[in-house]
């Protein structure tokens, strides 16, 4: 209905610039204005008009929207139409002369027509842009919108600004502008919003904001401003001790004659400033969609973002299987509901067997991803049989189901703590790895003699921002609390990364693996986690975040390292080589590998050092387990040996 009104009323204006422009160019044409000739002039023109500017794509506009290329169409419109009525005029005087017509009129009628046709789209914009479309759409209860200062490029300023004036309801209205680039001109204007701030006097301007010496509810900060501005963190902290939400700009999106801001929310990673890859999407969609996906641990951090990222790359359906009831409704609550038909799940524990072949066989995966684990290091040194049945037995449980039915591809999630490991967790991940290269060399065969074609990874990687237990949930909650916020020793750093960031490439590395055959695959795949952060930094920040200060609102406590902690962690042992694969963030490493015969018997040992509750003995499988050793003698009849190439 609107755009009919549209188009009525562009082929009603230009009648009015051919009235007009005969009007003041006293001109008096040879035939009468309703005669035949008259009404077959009138009816041409405007069917030539309105089919002109439907091909220029006149009504393709949104206009609450327009920008100045938009105006410059209905110029070059106006401009195509004159032409087109002028050589038509040139044809039928030819034909038959037409008293009263001449150049004058056509250059009238131009001017004319662009005027009159463009007119009520200005003043349209005006409206919704200027300050008395804010009079009249003020709200009922005679409350203004949030005043929001936005800090980045003034490109970006320009944008956010009008979508902000022209979205409906007016949340928030920008209330200056404080620019990122250095020499830009302080106090001019971008659409009447002035510039109130330049580099480096960001944090003043905005403390004096803060203070209340003038009112302010919002920061948005421009797309990728957490890594062109020094003081970034600064200007959060200023804001979140004045009370003003801190958002972030991360693109625009328009649905049917909406525009809306993609505004998200400033979180612990964009706060440390550490790079994220962008994602192969092509890639890894076409290695896991019209997939059969099963996540063991999949209510867990790491295991629910698989879950969710495998849905949203198009796999043909997920299992989830986890013994957590609760972490599984929660799980629910994650996905959206369009993927719930696709999610399966299953209550189960990864270390019994019988248990997950019932799983395996019913569900029948293409990709394992093996994230079921233990991981909180102090918890675990008390509990070290129930890490030993989880993190060990539960992933031999799960690769060798896998090797026997025939799953494609195997990918156990592993942990930076596993090298040179010092704790209860380190060694069972290390121990965990150690299976998955030793199947990946040399798999157990199935019934009847045929070799298993399952392909065997782990990915190894450091810690993950928000995940359960990990430092920023614990500082979260004892800032919440009121501190003290703790930290075992200053001198602690650990490499952090995003979650969505990491499953994107441990789902890599895993299309990696598939594309690779022979010698030149690896069992073990590390991604590159950036330098260390320190622990201390990380817990200051946070509280800087939260609107107070470290040591004086909220103090620090140091309580000394725990059991089986390490001050600094590492990707990689010496004895491992790093391996350039040509994809940024992740390596292949390159070690011995202990023979699965070896396997075989300390996994052996391990079982009966755990039924007899001997720690001791237990630990000392697990570190002989620690270096890789060569292949002794024949393997057992029911082993196949490893095949040649080389050691991965």
Sequence with gaps: MRRAFIMVQDVVMVLVAVALSLSLSRSDLSFGALSYEGLATWASIVVISHLLF??????????????TPDFFNILKSCAILTLTLYAASLVVRFVQPV???????????????????????????FLRDGASWGILSRKSDNSWTKRALFVGRLGEADLIIRFTRTAQPADYSIAGIMATERGAPLGTRIQGVPVVATRPRLVDVLEDYATGTKSLDLLIFGSGAEHEIEEYTELVRVARHGDITVVQFSGLSQLEQQGKLVLDAVEMETILRRPTVPSDIERIGAFVGRKRVLVTGGAGSIGRTLVKRS???????VLVADNSEFGIFQLSQYIDEKHHERLKVRIVD?????????VVTEFRPDIIFHAAALKHVPLLEENWDSAIQTNVFGTLVCAEVAAKCGVPQFVMVSSDKAVDPTSVLGMTKRAAEQIVSALHGAPASEPGGRRSATKFIAVRFGNVFGSNGSVATIFQAQIEAGGPVTITDRRMTRYFMTVAEAVDLVIMSAADAASRQGGDDYAVYMLDMGKPVPILEVAETMIRMSGQNPYTDIPIRFTGIRPGEKLHETLHGEDEELVELGISKIFGLSTDVVEWSDVQAALTELQQAMKSQDKASSLAVLAGLDRAKRARGSAPPDVIPKTAGRAT
């Design 54 to 67: 439907r091909y220029s794509g006149l009504y393709t506009t949104v206009w609450r929207f327009a920008s």
């Design 99 to 125: 008293a009263g017509l001449n150049e004058r009129q056509f250059i009238v009628f131009f001017l004319v027509s662009f005027t009159i046709i463009s007119g009520p789209r200005l003043f349209y914009r």
């Design 311 to 317: 849905l949203e790359l198009g796999a043909e359906a």
């Design 350 to 358: 990864v270390a019994d067997r019988r248990q997950i072949t019932r």
